[in-house]
């Protein structure tokens, strides 16, 4: 799964991460976050390229949508959208896209269960 110009990084056993929670580590002087949504493990630079903030540390909710023209809201894709704690700003957890400023991206890094362990690779 990694790639060669890719270091492997064991960042604990998959049991100390269980469903819902977040983990942040450093890696090479990277802060990262890392997260367990839906079975799914993701990781992310833990800086907003909004303003620098520790983006890991905010709040993680569902996808919110309008629902035509009323005052009703969707709400899809439950606890994969990531709200950076300082200005509120929301990234899609898989991917790194920040939904204000389609333009803007936060890094993203491979997680792998291998085993017992957990596994980022930078």
Known sequence: ???????????????ELPPGSRKLIEIAGRAIGVFHVNGAYYAL?????HRGGPLCQGRIRPLVLPVGVTTA??????????????HQWEFDLK???????PHLRVK?????QEGDELVVYV
Do not use: F
């Open 1 to 15: 799964m990694s790639q060669p110009s890719q270091t492997r990084h064991v960042i604990g056993l998959a049991s």
């Open 73 to 86: 809201l969707l709400h899809e894709r439950e606890g994969e959208i990531l709200k950076c704690p300082w």
């Open 45 to 49: 630079r833990n800086r907003c390229p």
């Open 95 to 101: 991917t790194g896209q920040c939904l204000v400023d």
């Open 108 to 112: 993203t890094y491979s997680v792998v």
